[in-house]
């Protein structure tokens, strides 16, 4: 039997690869674009903003090129510990990528953040695209039109691209433009490799959408979840995973578990439904609820909650 090298099946030089950071406001799709674009939820989508704590990598290949999306929280004014880490990682996430992706709404003015952002670009002459998302809300096309002129006036923008990140309008033709914005290079992950996020990162970010989603007002953002077991069954076909939600306050902690346990029970079920879906296995889902006051200002908890 013969030995082929890597070499011999794909000669060196061939490959092709680009860094593409998604930045912009809270709430605008960043995270919804992402998921669109690797076709894979590896980031959690809510309807309040701030909900992406952490960068988070998506990996699409697509024969010789790979891209690594970047997907960053939403940037706005950092009034804790925990948002000015969420910050960092957006102006780390700027620092060395090929190419950066502002998302904007698509219409209004572009608010003093995003023209920060633009200033970002400028300092490092960084190639960059914007992206008009969410046009699917649009009564008229031509609604985007003084945004799109704002846009062009506002920085040199290798294009301006209408999406839909919800029905996927447009973004064929956006990954036409990343595909092209690749340069020779070596792939970073392996070819099939959808995130480099781990799978325990992945259920604690599900259960805190799940949280995000069936609470309002004050909980939702004072809530972290750490995944404290995950454990294949022997000779079943079952994972017990165990997880904790921690709040800030003791009342918080009675709204997160509910009348008779209703809230948790929702939250729970609805996590691990999307739990079997990712990792296909069934899954038995243990949640406990726990108060850690104030963590969103302790270095300590914010660093044991997957920042660094
Ligand atoms: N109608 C419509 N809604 C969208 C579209 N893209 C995203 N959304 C919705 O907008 C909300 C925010 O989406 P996310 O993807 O979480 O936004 P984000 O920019 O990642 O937000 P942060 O993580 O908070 O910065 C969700 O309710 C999405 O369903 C779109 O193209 N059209
Ligand atoms: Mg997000």
């Not at 990598?57 to 999306?69: A, D, N, R, S, Y």
Request: aromatic fraction near 4%.
């Amino acid at each position: 039997m013969s030995n082929i090298s890597i070499h011999e099946i794909n000669p060196a030089g061939e490959e092709k690869s680009a860094f593409i950071a998604l930045v912009g406001k809270p709430n605008v799709g960043k995270s919804s674009l992402l998921n669109r674009l690797i076709g894979e939820k590896v980031a959690i989508v809510t309807n309040k903003p701030q909900t992406t704590r952490t960068r988070i990598t998506g990996v699409l290949t697509k024969g010789e090129t790979q891209l690594v999306f970047l997907d960053t929280p939403g940037i706005h004014k950092p009034k804790t510990a925990l948002s000015q880490h969420m910050l960092k990682e957006i102006t780390d996430s700027v620092a060395d990528v090929d190419l950066a992706v502002l998302v904007v709404e698509p219409t209004g003015a572009l608010t003093k953040a995003e023209m920060e952002l633009v200033e970002d670009f400028r300092r490092q002459r960084l190639p960059a695209v914007a992206v008009l998302n969410k046009i699917d809300l649009l009564q008229n096309k031509e609604e985007m039109i003084p945004k799109m002129q704002l846009l062009s006036e506002a920085y040199p923008f290798e294009a301006i691209v209408p999406i839909s990140a919800l029905n996927g309008d447009g973004v064929e033709e956006l990954m036409k433009l990343f595909l092209d914005a690749a340069q020779p290079g070596p792939h970073f992950f392996p070819d099939d490799t959808l995130t480099d996020q781990p799978e325990r990162v992945i259920c604690a970010e599900i259960i805190r959408e799940k949280v995000l989603l069936n609470m309002q007002e004050e909980v939702p953002h004072g809530i972290a979840v750490t995944i404290e077991e995950m454990k294949e069954r022997e000779n079943q076909e079952l994972v017990d995973i165990r997880a904790v939600i921690y709040c800030e306050r003791q009342s918080h902690k009675g709204m997160v578990i509910g009348k008779g346990g209703q809230m948790l029970k929702t939250i729970a079920s609805q996590a691990r439904q999307d739990m079997e879906a990712f990792l296909g296995i069934k899954v038995n889902l243990q949640c406990w609820v726990k108060v850690k006051e104030d963590w969103r200002n302790q270095e300590r908890f914010i660093r044991n909650f997957g920042f660094n």
